[in-house]
């Protein structure tokens, strides 16, 4: 393979130029009215100073330029660097139509943002830079995130491309996102419910956390976190986390992938009713407090409820507003309702048991 590729190199290096051909060089000199530039293997090129505008050519530039005439009548190739820029334009128009992703490389920084080489200069605003987070514009200067960018390559998708205003913004952000959509399409269109993936927490939100699973990335909404109830869901897991789950729900129409984190743990309901039975005396810990009632701990994972009027013989709003967060005592199991997850716990019953 290294070998037909080295071929069809020397292969492209050795035909000759054809005319409409685009070909990349660099300034070798500016003398005059024009500017030679160095094509490599093939033969120098020169340009006319006043066919690049408002370009301004300098020793060591690297531009993209048309053949006019593969061999002018000095014998170097006649290239229009203007031609080349039309061309460049054309391709930015479609790309803005079709949102194709273009890499670019970056090459000058400044306080608004970067400037990046697409065959022409586009910018992309702070706003449109999602690699390096929020930036404090109030500091005088360029910021240093943004200075670190000179010489690494975005994945951009442009978003207006005006020849006439000769205007090319384009947008790291906006790039990002369609990525993020068709990783989200592939992975609904291949993921089934009952997959379980590795994966790894790439944020943490109050209602969830999102986990990458390489196609894509899915939610683990927080009651999909653990079977414990007595503890906050979302602190036991941090951004960056090696995490298993299983995919739960797969939603085509709007491409959302459910999954969850504790469905591959042993349910300890299951467990847990499976070794009593309604009348028996179990210990229990208060983890909440409601105006119905107060919510137990029988064993890890597993909750029931003390309505107020079964805490005690005496006045139920009484009896209930002495009770506190950590209390330990006994009650009896009163009913299992294994439809809806639900024990109802009676203590002052277990106090006559």
């Known amino acids: 393979m290294e070998e037909l590729l080295a071929s069809e190199t020397v292969e492209r290096a050795l035909r000759p130029l054809r005319t409409g051909e685009s070909v990349e060089g660099t300034v070798a000199q500016v003398d005059g009215d024009e500017a030679t530039i160095d094509l490599g293997d093939h033969p120098a090129g020169v340009v006319s100073l006043r066919d690049a505008g408002s370009h301004r050519l300098r020793v060591g530039d690297r531009v993209v330029a048309t053949v006019v005439r593969p061999e002018g009548p000095d014998g170097r190739v006649v290239l229009s660097l203007r031609r080349a820029r039309s061309r460049n334009w054309e391709r930015m128009s479609d790309l803005q139509r079709s949102g194709e992703i273009v890499e670019a490389e970056v090459v000058e920084a400044n306080r608004g943002g970067v400037v990046v080489d697409v065959g022409i200069p586009g910018f992309v605003p702070l706003s449109q830079l999602g690699s390096i987070g929020g930036i404090d514009t109030h500091d005088a200067g360029i910021p240093e ?61 109050t209602y969830g956390v999102f986990v990458d699973v390489g196609v894509t990335d899915g939610l683990v909404h927080r009651t999909e976190i653990t079977w414990d109830k007595g503890v906050e869901p979302t602190s036991l897991v941090t951004v960056g986390q090696p995490v298993k789950v299983m995919v739960v729900g797969i939603d085509r129409e709007r491409q959302r992938i459910s999954l969850s984190l504790k469905r591959l743990a ?87 048991a």
């Open 145 to 205: 995130r943004v200075r670190t960018l000179v010489g690494t390559r975005l994945r951009l998708r442009v978003i207006e491309a005006d020849a006439t205003r000769d205007r090319l913004i384009l947008s790291e952000k906006a790039a990002t996102q369609q990525l993020r959509r068709e990783r989200k399409a592939e992975g609904v269109a291949t993921l089934h419910e009952g997959d379980v993936l590795d994966g790894t927490v790439a944020s943490v939100a």
């Open 266 to 352: 042993a349910d300890p309901w299951d467990r847990y009713v499976r070794s009593v039975q309604v009348g028996e005396t179990v210990p229990a810990t208060v983890t909440r407090l409601m105006p119905y009632g107060a919510f137990a701990r029988v064993a890890d994972g597993v909750e029931g409820l003390i309505h107020v009027s079964e805490v005690s013989d005496g006045r139920s709003n009484e009896a209930a507003k002495a009770l506190r967060v950590g209390d330990s005592f006994r009650v009896k199991i009163v009913t299992i309702d294994r439809e809806r997850r639900r024990l109802s716990l009676s203590a002052r019953h277990a106090d006559r």
